[in-house]
């Protein structure tokens, strides 16, 4: 691609908002990626003419909108439907359960009597179906005017459904202002009146709480897709940074390795060093604590002493040598000498390794 066919960066952050604006569903671009493929970014924001948040073309999209609004009006009278057929059925129950109060009028009877015929005869009527449409007999060969015979009678009918208008409308209050005290329990103490202002407005305030638990679940969403995108973004930069770690320490861990070795030695040496001052001090305090000044003084005396022998040995020593050298030409006179020069010469050399000792003793 030629330099001149990328967009520069003001371009491309304005794409990226106008983008960004459209909400595309599977759009997760970094102006990096926009500079690097601008057409495929003004691709992306051609197509966002064309299509809803969601993906959908706008045609389909409307479509889309229709048919849900029909599903909405046809769920709506269903539960019409079936809210009305569970209060009747709920009015049936409690008709049972109070058969054993004997409180209750014969109109209440002749009331629930009536409305119980009428359900049971219409309920079997709609299983039966139309009879063109059946391929196979009806069960125990019934059809539906054998079925209409067992209506109740058209003024009980008339009678029991203005009653059953009045039944329902109290069965519905008495719902929703249980549902209105389940939401707000401090309603429960208020007048029927106030109730029913709260009720005539509960739909609203339902319909703005579940507005608020739609966002709050889009902000969830919208929080989680950050942070997986910061998490992968982390994970990156720590590989990078381990990365990094493991080049200095096999770049520089030689060298670290010489200096940390150079410093260990001079740390061994002067250690060592401390240790033969420390032994040495421990010898000279054994010796000062073994000789003491009277002790010191008495070996001096005796060197004093020993050395004076020792002149005086070898004084007699060097005049017997001249003796000897004089008398060197006798015979046994000679000999006799030699002997007496000999002892005098061992006497000394005695003394001499005598006082040797003593002064290695004293040192």
């Not at 060969?141 to 009980?156: I, N, Q, R, T, V």
């Not at 429960?188 to 509960?202: P, Q, R, Y």
């Not at 002790?295 to 001249?322: C, F, N, T, W, Y």
Request: net charge negative; glycine share 2%; hydrophobic share 35%.
């Amino acid at each position: 691609m030629a330099s001149g066919d990328f967009c520069s960066p003001g371009e491309g952050m304005e794409i990226l908002q106008q983008v960004y604006s459209k909400q595309l569903p599977p759009c997760n671009l970094s102006e990096e990626d926009l500079l690097q493929n601008p057409y495929f970014s003004k691709l992306l924001l051609s197509l966002s003419r064309h299509v809803d948040e969601s993906g959908l073309s706008l045609t389909l999209a409307k479509e889309q909108a229709q048919a849900w609004k029909e599903v909405r009006l046809h769920k709506t009278t269903w539960l019409r439907s079936e809210i009305l057929q569970r209060i009747i059925q709920e009015l049936l129950v409690d008709y049972y359960v109070k058969t054993q109060d004997t409180n209750l009028t014969s109109e209440d009877k002749k009331f629930h009597e009536t409305l119980e015929q009428r359900l049971l005869v219409t309920e079997l009527t709609q299983l039966l179906g139309p009879s063109q449409e059946r391929e196979i007999p009806p069960l125990l060969g019934l059809e539906k005017a054998d079925l209409l015979e067992l209506m109740p009678p058209s003024e009980d009918f008339v009678w029991m459904r203005a009653r059953l208008q009045l039944e329902v409308e109290e069965q519905l209050k008495k719902k929703c202002f249980t549902l209105l005290c389940y939401h707000d329990p401090n309603s429960d103490a208020d007048s029927e009146t106030l109730k029913a202002a709260k009720v005539w407005k509960l739909a609203e305030v339902l319909v703005g709480e579940k507005q608020q638990c739609q966002d709050a679940r889009s902000q969830q969403r919208e929080q989680m897709m950050l942070l997986e995108k910061k998490s992968a973004t982390y994970s990156q930069v720590l590989l990078r940074c381990l990365t990094l770690l493991q080049r200095l320490l096999q770049e520089h861990r030689l060298k670290t390795q010489s200096e940390l070795d150079r410093i260990n030695a001079q740390y061994l040496e002067i250690k060592c060093t401390a240790m033969i001052l420390k032994l040495r001090m421990e010898e000279l305090k054994i010796l000062s604590d073994t000789y003491t000044a009277e002790k010191v003084e008495i070996h001096r005396l005796i060197r004093d002493r020993l050395e004076g022998a020792i002149r005086l040995q070898e004084q007699d020593m060097e005049k017997s040598r001249q003796v000897l050298n004089t008398y060197e030409v006798l015979g046994e006179e000679f000999d006799r000498l030699v002997k007496e020069y000999t002892q005098l010469k061992q006497a000394t050399e005695d003394k001499r390794w005598a006082l040797q000792e003593f002064n290695k003793a004293y040192h």
